[in-house]
Structures are given as C-alpha cells and as structure tokens.
RNA sequence: GCUCCCAUCGUCCAGCGGUCUAGGAUCCCACCCUUUCAAGGUGGUGACACGGGUUCGAAUCCCGUUGGGAGCACCA
C-alpha cells in the first residue's frame, strides 16, 4: 500500500559557539518537525571542528534549550546511536583518512601558502576588482617546488581541486539552482593543523551518518554545490537532497544580530514566552499552515502538516510584538494550577497557594510570564511599593469622604467575599454620587499601590478582610493629612 | 566586483491564469462591553516594486530594470 522509500534522516548540526539562535532554532524545528512528519530520525550532531570556538558547557546550554523547546533528537552526542560518536571533534581520524583519499585520487592537494599571504593576495585582488578567491596556484606545484617548500618546513593545507564544469541540484524550496564551477575557488578541507573544515567534516558525515535531506539556512545556499563535489569525489552516488530555509532577518530587515538584542532563544526564555508559543512562531517564520488560515497550531498539527513545498522564499522579520500577542493566547490557553507552576521561576518565593487563587486574576492581563509578579506583588507583601503619582491623585483630601464611606462599608460586612464587597462599595459609590469610572480609583490605589490592578473585589477578597481594611485605613490617613 | 537567492498591507503568511473591487494574523485607530488594566466583540486604515512581453484574460508565466539578502575564509 505505501510505496517503500529509504527512512528519511535529517539533522541538526550546530557549532556550539555561544547561544541558540532563533534562526538556528528554526532550522532544527522544521529538521525535527520533517523528521517526525516521515517517522524518520532526527541527529543532533555537533560540529565543534574549530578547536578555539568548541566548550563542553555551550554543547549543554544548546542541548538544554533544544529540550526546553521540545524537539527531542534520536540519535546525538547523549544519547548515543547508530554512527557514534556524534561530536566531530571525536571523528577527526575519520576525516583523515577521508582526506588522504581525496589527495590519492588527485582530488585534492597540498597547499603551501599561508594566510596571511591568503589574506594578502586577496586584498589585492579586491583593490584590483579581480574575484578574490583563491587562484589555484599551488595545484600546479612541480614535485621540484614541492619539495623544496617542504624542505623549508613549510606547513601544508589540502586544498580541494574544483573540476572544470557546472554544479546544479534541485533545491526541495527553491527549486533547480545552477553554480558554475569556475565561479568556485579550491577551497580547504584540510587546516595546516590537520583539522578538517566545515565542508569537509560536514560533507564526510552527512555521507556516513546516512543523512537523505540537509535542511538549514539560506546562508548555506552557496556552500551546496562544494559540498556535492566533495560527494561526487567521495564516490558518492546517492547525495542527501537540499533544502534552503529563508534568513530571519530584524524589524529593521538586517540580519538578525546583537544589535537587534534578542538573538538567541535562552533570552525569550528568561523574558516569560512559553516554548510552545515559541514554536508556534517559529513556525510561522517561512511557513504556513496547510489551510493557509491556521495561525496557532500544537506541535503535532505542525508534524502532521509540516511540508518543505510550503516553505517560503522570502527573509522573514522576527517580530516581537506578533511573538507577545501569540504568547498570550498561549498564557489564556493554560489551566490555572499549569500557568501557576510555570510563573515559579518568575516569581520568587511565594505561597503555593495563594498563588493558585490569584492567578486567574492575571491571566488574561499577561502576555509574559514575567508581567505576573509585578502585578500581584501586593499581595505577597505587607507593604506594597506604591506608586505615588497614583497616591497623589487618589489620596487626597478630594477623596476622604469616598476612602471613609467604603471603609465603614465594608468594615460591618457580615460575608468576605467579592460580591459582598462590590454590594457594599457600589452602594457608598451611589450614595455618595460618585463618577463610575474613578469611583473605586481611591481604594484600588490604597490596597494595591497602584493605578493598574487586578479586578478589585475579587483582590479584596483574597487579600482578606483584615489587611485590606487596614491598607484603606491607612490611606484614608494619607488622604486626610495630604 | 563576481555568483546565487528573493520581491503581495509596516510585519508574517494566503494566493500557484479567470472565483481578486486581493484573504487571514499582528500592529495601529474607532466603537461596544467594562470597577482600573486587560481580555472579548464589531468596524476601519493599509500591499500585488517598476517596465516590457505571452494570453481572450496576469498578483499569478517569461525577460529586463530597480531594490533587498547571502556567499566568494585554514568560520560554520
């Protein structure tokens, strides 16, 4: 019934330099969310070929927010697999000899120029309005000059030769793309300090580790047809296939950098988004919905609609209003006792339960986790920091008469509760003729501290009958002395 | 400079030759609801970069222009 194809596997290869970009992010969503869509396996392989760059804690902060996210991998540096190990600074024997190969079959050669003379040649070229590539001149060292660049000790590279010809390949989002070969310098994939490149180690495990689809960043795009020739030299007949994922640029459409100040995942973390709005969004950064409508959607929607074909072609702008906005939906979506466990780390030390019975009274005033806290703080402290613009306004002498009305109201209150409470202010309120709007404006600023609370009756019923008593009385005395 | 990629509201997407006086979301504005703030509801402003083709017909196909992006590293 179903046509039989090879298992799909995709992966996720980052350099562990720092944090998780959101672009990076992105790629390893749509891998993930491809490998799941075909029942296939998702790696994560780490590529930590550049020794100065690599630390063992960056690999376990990206592992962490990898988690956090919910994109779980099969096979990785953890959890082992089928073509362990999955750190290429662990596999540097493997590119050797992949290496020594390419130089037997004349692929690829020794390379005697350093880089500062690199650099040098290819400032000049730029000066000179020539293609600032590498000029292929160490390709055709006689066995004279070889030898005798050997003999001053001289350190090699291994450089490989780029044949005559056109590279082409069918991009699974762009479609076909055509590369002449001319247009490509030799390049290295072998460092003077016998450590392998990028393209090589790359190249050489994407091969080993059975990889049938290279998903990642546009950035990528150029790099492609070096990569298929190192395939095709490799012997290799059956080479993953592409698919190129457009940038995420800034609001200001550069790439997304620092200077944007919110490049990396761990930072929408500690600011309060929810992971899965967070792969809602990244979702939507290149993709769409099946339906073309569907805008919020679970991880399992995306797995079940998730296809390369709908991919867009243009650079998305990460905006963060649009991120916020989706962000709340998710915070309104939670259950009560789910959106309390998650504001913990957001709220200090506070009462398990009284945060539970005051959290339905934030959550739909919230779109991050971290606007709770300041909001509910009045709760949690005796003396809540009061916002003294808001004093000024409300408690003053224009309001005595308002603060002592509410406050005799509802000190002979037989019941605690919100709707008691509102029974009894809204009848001060009339009785004394006071405008709807700021009416309870005196007793909000009193209890809360603030211009902005929580509805006011429910507050005051948890708050309880007798702080919130005393903080109006207090005010009433603030008022009164203003 | 060269190569490659891209081009629909401010932003993200839908549209894959007629159903487009171009749809959704976000943002912004107005109104409704309302104890503040939100949330919610209703409505509104706002786009096919430009020029040529092809076609009975083009946002959709082709070419060019312009504009943006990426790459041209002993980074990945």
Redo the contacts with the bound molecule.
């Keep these: 019934m179903t046509e039989v194809h090879p298992k799909v596997r995709v992966r996720f ?3 562990p ?1 720092g944090s998780l970009h959101v672009g990076n992010a992105r790629s390893a969503l749509f891998n993930w969310a491809y490998a799941r869509h075909f029942d296939g396996a998702f790696v994560l392989r780490i ?4 020794a100065s ?1 690599a630390t063992g804690a960056a690999m376990h902060d990206l592992m962490d927010v990898l988690r956090w996210l919910g994109l779980n991998w099969d096979e990785g540096p953890d959890v082992g697999g089928r073509f362990a190990p999955y750190r ?1 600074s662990e596999r540097f024997d493997l590119y050797r000899r992949a290496a020594e190969g390419l130089v037997r079959s004349g692929r690829a050669y020794h ?5 500062e003379e ?2 040098q040649r ?1 400032k000049e070229a ?1 000066a000179a ?6 000029d292929g001149r160490c390709r055709t060292l006689s066995d004279v000059d070889r030898a005798k660049l050997e003999g001053e000790g001289r ?3 291994l ?1 490989f030769w780029v044949q005559e010809g056109a590279t082409e390949f069918q ?1 699974l989002v ?7 070969n001319n ?3 030799d ?2 994939i072998v ?3 016998g ?5 090589l ?2 190249g050489h495990d994407d091969l080993a580790m059975e990889i049938t689809h290279v998903i990642r960043g ?6 492609t047809p070096r990569q298929l020739m190192l395939y095709e030299a490799m012997g290799f007949r059956n080479p993953p296939k592409f698919a ?1 994922m ?2 995420i ?1 800034g ?1 200001d ?3 997304l950098s620092k200077r944007h100040g919110q490049t990396s995942v761990e930072h929408y973390r500690s600011e309060g988004f929810l992971p899965e709005a967070m792969v809602n969004y990244m979702a ?6 099946g ?3 569907t ?1 919020r959607f679970t991880r399992e929607q995306l797995v079940e609609q998730f296809a390369l ?11 963060v ?2 991120l ?3 962000n ?2 998710y915070i ?1 979506g939670l259950p009560v006792d789910e959106l309390a466990r998650r504001l913990t780390p957001f709220t200090g030390e506070v009462d398990d339960v009284l945060l539970l019975r005051v959290v339905p009274l934030v959550q ?4 991050k986790l971290t606007e709770a806290a300041p909001m509910l703080r009045f709760f949690f402290t005796d003396e809540p920091p009061m916002d003294e613009a808001a004093v000024a306004k409300f408690l003053n002498a224009d309001f005595v008469e308002a603060l002592d009305g509410y406050l005799n109201a509802l000190s002979s209150l037989g019941e605690w509760d ?1 709707a008691s409470i ?1 029974t009894a202010m809204r009848g001060v309120q009339e009785k004394l003729g006071l405008k ?6 005196p007793v ?1 600023v009193a209890v809360t501290g ?9 507050s005051l019923e948890i708050l309880g009958r007798e702080p919130s008593l005393a903080r109006i009385r207090a005010g009433l005395d603030r008022a009164k002395t203003a």
């Design positions: 290869a980052p350099a330099s590529e930590d070929t550049d760059r290429q390379c005697y120029c350093t880089p690199l650099d290819r730029m309005g020539r293609p600032p590539g590498y350190p090699h590279a450089r991009d762009r479609g076909a793309v055509r590369f002449e247009q490509i310098p390049f290295v460092r003077s300090d450590s392998p490149t990028y393209l180690a790359a546009e950035d990528l795009l150029s790099a190129h457009p940038l640029v609001a459409r550069q790439p939507l950064l290149g993709w769409s919905f339906d073309g409508t805008e074909e709908a991919v867009s072609h243009n650079p998305a702008a990460f905006d209003p649009k916020t906005a989706l709340g939906e309104r739909e005033r919230i779109a919100h509102e709807k709007k700021t009416a309870f404006m909000r603030s211009l902005i609370s929580p509805p006011l009756f429910e």
